[in-house]
């Protein structure tokens, strides 16, 4: 399980190790996984590093000097490396390795230059400060457009250009011609657009909540060290920032306790639920669905061919007769009725999918909720759940869509409109966990499950694929099964259910990547579960 961290709690791990004098060393390790990174995306594009053309944009501070120092590595290996500077305070020992090895430099239109000092009181420059100003002053430090058009014929023939503008102390975005010349070459397309490496974290990205400010250049890898950054492992940064490589840099004893969490793919195989040889249709975990109406009866459908396929020992449906008789011509081993939840006996619920516009399922959905009982919530359902209950709310698992949260964000007097929900999931989502005191499994690119703890999962094992009418049904009905299984051997608690819902995220997404060219709708998602599900059980941990 990948464990993922605030920027503020990086830095403060760095803390201890920089004022023991350790900076120089956490530097040369994060360079030195930065260029492998580099030499891996060359590679994989059939370029050696001997001869490649490599673009370095280096901001100011650390990120800057990273990128240097991994430019330098390169250089030394025969790379023709190239630096933007784009900062007043460029990194002067990472830019005087740059220099020896072979860089070269070059300046944007409105860069500032490097001062001699601050305070502008006369002093001697070191070997270091000397070299700032040689190379802001004697190469290409000229203003003109003819530097201009120099500096963007080495971006378009660069086989590969390293992002280390901003850091994870990186506020707003890019700005001035650094955001001008990232939003063009963003632009270019096909093979007029080189390989992207970015240093940490895609400049623009914020390193903590994934929110995106001003243009971003769009990595195919991200080489980020230290700790994973909780900003690149939930929409909309996770999709800036391709693969991303993780560099060990020797802090992992200072970071504190992680709040986001991803399940990786050996987690799924030993959470996946299996039987036991003494179990039996009870103990196996019921799963009841209260789902469709007659004029929705396909999320019904749907939602219980999922659950039936995850394995429970029953799956119970409580609904119009008309919807259960399709539902017994696909599935004859669901049983079916049109009583109360009360006089049922399972161990979870689903509740929501379809159900609008009939008032016999709003009531059996009401009285599940009522329960006590795990109990997803979806569609149609997410009405009847308000934040005046709150209290009450600690069994239940709420299950929108980026505009349904903003609806019961609304009635609940919270004015977070779609599009501010989908610029920050995350804190979005924890924002309702809080609010509503529940579980809340936010649907989207990246999945965000948040517990009213605080604590998050995030899965991003889907494909757009998933995104036709009726999968959100199918992941109902995962989720309701595997919450019925896993009930029917312990009590859940918050944590548990989050966990829960995480896993069958999940497993949802990986439905998606199988024929992965073909097209995909959602009634063909509930026969792949089993082979799937045989698949990921096969996969070892690691170590």
């Not at 784009?86 to 020896?100: D, I, Q, V, Y």
């Not at 650094?178 to 390193?207: H, I, N, T």
């Not at 329960?371 to 209950?389: I, K, M, R, Y």
């Not at 889907?462 to 009590?491: H, Y």
Request: some cysteine; hydrophobic content about 45%.
């Amino acid at each position: 399980m990948i464990s993922a961290h605030t920027a503020a709690a990086v830095r403060a791990a760095e803390e201890p190790l920089l004022l023991a004098g350790r900076g120089a060393e956490l530097m040369l390790r994060a360079s030195h996984g930065l260029a492998q990174g580099v030499v891996k995306i060359l590679r994989s594009r059939g370029c050696g590093v001997y001869g490649s053309r490599v673009l370095l944009l280096a901001g100011s501070g650390n990120n800057g000097g990273d990128a240097l120092y991994a430019g330098a590595y390169l250089a030394a290996r025969g790379a023709r490396t190239t630096a933007v500077l784009t900062g007043a305070r460029t990194h002067p020992e990472a830019l005087a390795a740059f220099r020896r090895a072979g860089g070269r430099c070059m300046r944007l239109a409105d860069a500032p230059q490097e001062s001699a000092a601050a305070d502008g009181a006369a002093r001697v420059d070191t070997p270091e400060e000397s070299a700032v100003r040689d190379c802001a002053n004697r190469e290409s430090a000229a203003r003109g457009s003819a530097a201009q058009a120099a500096l963007w014929d080495e971006a378009v023939r660069a086989d590969a250009v390293l992002d280390g503008l901003l850091g994870t102390g990186g506020r707003g975005g890019l700005r001035g011609a650094a955001a001008k010349f990232v939003a063009r070459l963003q632009a270019l397309e096909g093979s007029a657009r080189p390989a992207v490496v970015a240093c940490d974290l895609p400049s623009g990205v914020d390193a903590t909540t994934g929110a995106v400010r001003g243009p971003v250049l769009r990595a195919d890898m991200t080489v980020t060290f230290g700790a994973h950054k909780s900003g690149l492992l939930t929409a909309p940064g996770e999709q800036w920032c391709g693969a991303v490589e993780f560099i060990d840099i020797g802090i992992a004893d200072f970071l504190g306790e992680a709040t986001v969490f991803r399940l990786e793919a050996a987690d799924l195989g030993t959470l996946l639920p299996q039987p036991a040889a003494a179990d039996h249709k009870y103990t196996r975990g019921v799963a009841g669905v209260v789902a469709g109406s007659g004029q929705y009866p396909g999320a019904g459908l749907l939602a219980v061919s999922a659950a039936s396929a995850c394995g429970p020992g029953m799956v119970r449906y409580l609904g119009p007769a008309a919807v259960a008789a399709a539902i017994h011509g696909r599935n004859p081993e669901v049983v079916c009725s049109e009583a109360s939840p009360a006089e049922l006996r399972v161990q979870a619920w689903l509740v929501g999918p379809g159900i609008d516009g009939d008032n016999a399922q709003r009531e059996r959905a009401a009285d599940a909720i009522a329960s006590g009982l795990p109990t997803v919530v979806d569609a149609g359902a997410l009405e009847l759940v308000a934040p005046a209950q709150k209290t009450d709310n600690a069994h239940l698992i709420l299950t929108p869509h980026a505009g349904e949260l903003a609806a019961i964000m609304a009635r609940a007097g919270i004015g977070l409109d779609r599009a501010g929900i989908e610029a920050e999931p995350l804190a979005a989502a924890r924002t309702a966990a809080e609010l509503f005191g529940a579980v809340v499994l936010l649907k989207g690119a990246t999945t965000v499950v948040a517990a009213p703890d605080g604590r998050v999962f995030t899965q991003s094992n889907g494909t757009p694929r998933l995104g036709t009418a009726g999968s959100g049904d199918t992941l109902a009905g995962i989720l309701v099964a595997l919450l019925a299984m896993a009930a029917a051997t312990q009590p859940l608690v918050p944590y548990d259910l989050a966990r829960t819902a995480a896993l069958a995220a999940a497993l949802h997404g990986e439905l998606s990547r199988v024929d992965a060219d073909a097209p995909l709708n959602a009634g063909e998602l509930a026969a792949r579960i089993p082979h799937v599900w045989a698949q990921l059980c096969q996969i070892k941990p690691q170590g």
